[in-house]
Antibody
Framework: EVQLVESGGGLVQPGGSLRLSCAASGFTISSYWMHWVRQAPGKGLVWVSHINSDGTLTDYADSVKGRFTISTDNAKRTIYLQMNSLSADDTAVYYC???????????WGQGTRVIVSS | QTVVTQEPSLTVSPGGTVTLTCASSTGAVTGLNYPNWFQQKPGQPPRALIYSASNKHSWTPARFSGSLLGGKAALTLTGVRPEDEAEYYCLLYYGDAQLVFGGGTKLTVL
């Protein structure tokens, strides 16, 4: 059974940093494109970033470019999202999602909540 | 900045049929946008329903179908059930490796 479990969310002050993790089981992330998607309170889904199956290609939404970094540790079956220079606009539930192609997202985690507040 | 537009809300009666659409600010939605559709209920993560415009996942109920219709991606629910009440999101892929979600459609079954 495919499972994605996010962790690392929490309360952080504006300007601070946080690293999210997504642990995968039931499939090999080295064969999948992996994504981060976020959802601010009461708002819609927003694609944040993706990384290709061998970790050589990454891309980001304009709103996070230069502040967020996606990475993967295939040995640990985990992907990460390093988030720097956080602001209140980054407050959201962050979901990890994945699939065999970048335009195909069948599998989703339960999400981890990030709150940016002083 | 690319904008993907969905109906903010729709209402359908149980047993009825409803079509949700997904439009792109860049022009007609085509198969090269690989439209995906997701269902999200309150407090739950999104659940994938449709990929590549019209393909169903193994878990997608038969009453859900996807298509390209009049330059838009479309999700049709036939024989709607009360449990289909949810928010529905489309996702479009753009060749510059960007993916953009629509704003979502709140479907009410009444």
């Amino acid at each position: 059974e495919v499972q994605l479990v996010e962790s690392g969310g929490g309360l952080v002050q504006p300007g601070g940093s946080l690293r999210l993790s997504c642990a995968a089981s039931g499939f090999t992330i080295s064969s999948y494109w992996m994504h981060w998607v976020r959802q601010a309170p009461g708002k819609g889904l927003v694609w944040v970033s993706h990384i290709n199956s061998d970790g050589t290609l990454t891309d980001y939404a304009d709103s996070v470019k230069g502040r967020f970094t996606i990475s993967t540790d295939n040995a640990k079956r985990t992907i990460y999202l390093q988030m720097n220079s956080l602001s209140a606009d980054d407050t959201a539930v962050y979901y990890c999602a994945g699939g065999p192609y970048t335009n195909y997202l069948p599998y989703w985690g339960q999400g981890t909540r990030v709150i940016v507040s002083s | 900045q690319t904008v993907v537009t969905q109906e903010p809300s729709l209402t359908v009666s149980p047993g009825g049929t409803v079509t949700l659409t997904c439009a792109s600010s860049t022009g007609a939605v085509t198969g090269l946008n690989y439209p995906n559709w997701f269902q999200q209920k309150p407090g739950q993560p999104p659940r994938a329903l449709i990929y590549s415009a019209s393909n169903k996942h193994s878990w997608t109920p038969a009453r859900f179908s996807g298509s390209l219709l009049g330059g838009k991606a479309a999700l049709t629910l036939t024989g709607v059930r009360p449990e289909d009440e949810a928010e529905y999101y489309c996702l479009l892929y753009y060749g510059d490796a960007q993916l953009v979600f629509g704003g979502g459609t709140k479907l009410t079954v009444l």
